[in-house]
């Protein structure tokens, strides 16, 4: 079964300084897509990122980019010049056919 | 688009009542999802549609949970009789493919005293 693996459970980051969030999963598949998404204090889920396996180059959204290692399969999320408003709970996902969530990291942003 | 939106936002029911949570998915997305969030058990796969048509409904707890999508733009999740322990954030997405990636709706936080 596909799993998805966040090993820190929380983060934090000095305002303007860059934090790196990790993630793993487990998959037979060659062709997938992978995901990180932001659950900030208000509940609303918002798609941060989207990564299609197939493609080498890493998805970069403004201050957001990933680092996606396909061979270790792992799938860490950069956010550069960190606000505030980055404050929340970060999920990655795998989703071939069915969505497979992380447990989630929980970001602090320290003004 | 408005997103997806779901209602209520909150609800608070006693146990042993009937609880009725609604979503409207986003238009042309033929795909609807029904997740549960919690503390303990973090975001769970309850069922997913298809086209209207119910797919896999292999997470929904228990026959106290049923949820149907008699059209393309509306879905309920229905919970008879409601526990305490099915307190938590019920979220309804929707996607325009399976994989693709799905817009959340904001949410209906149960509690269930």
């Known amino acids: 079964a596909q799993t998805v693996t966040q090993s820190q459970p929380e983060m934090s980051v000095q305002e303007a300084e860059t934090v790196t969030l990790s993630c793993t999963y487990d998959?037979?598949?060659?062709?997938?897509?992978l995901f990180w998404y932001k659950q900030p204090p208000s509940r609303q889920m918002i798609l941060v990122i989207r990564?299609?396996?197939?493609?080498?180059q890493n998805a970069t959204e403004n201050r957001f980019s990933v680092n996606f290692q396909k061979a270790a399969k792992s799938f860490s999320l950069k956010i550069s010049d960190s606000q505030l408003g980055d404050a929340a709970m970060y999920f990655c996902?795998?989703?071939?056919?069915?969505?497979?969530f992380g447990t989630g990291t929980s970001l602090t942003v320290i003004p | 688009d408005a997103g997806v939106i779901q209602s209520p936002r909150h609800e608070v029911t006693e146990m042993g009542q009937e609880v009725t949570l609604r979503c409207k998915p986003i238009?042309?997305?033929?795909?609807l999802f029904w997740y549960r969030q919690t503390m303990m058990r973090g975001l769970e796969l309850l069922i997913y549609?298809?086209?209207?048509?119910?797919?896999?409904d292999s997470g929904m707890p228990e026959d106290r949970f049923s949820a149907k999508m008699p059209n393309a733009s509306f879905s309920t999740l229905k919970i008879q009789p409601s526990e305490p322990r099915d307190s938590a954030v019920y979220f309804c997405?929707?996607?325009?493919?399976?994989?693709?990636?799905?817009?959340f709706g904001s949410g209906t936080r149960l509690t269930v005293v």
């Open positions: 549609f298809n086209n209207n048509v119910p797919i896999d």
């Open positions: 990564q299609e396996a197939y493609k080498q």
């Open positions: 238009s042309g997305h033929d795909y």
């Open positions: 997405a929707s996607s325009p493919q399976g994989d693709y990636g799905y817009t």
């Open positions: 996902a795998y989703s071939r056919n069915q969505f497979y």
């Open positions: 998959t037979s598949e060659s062709d997938y897509y």
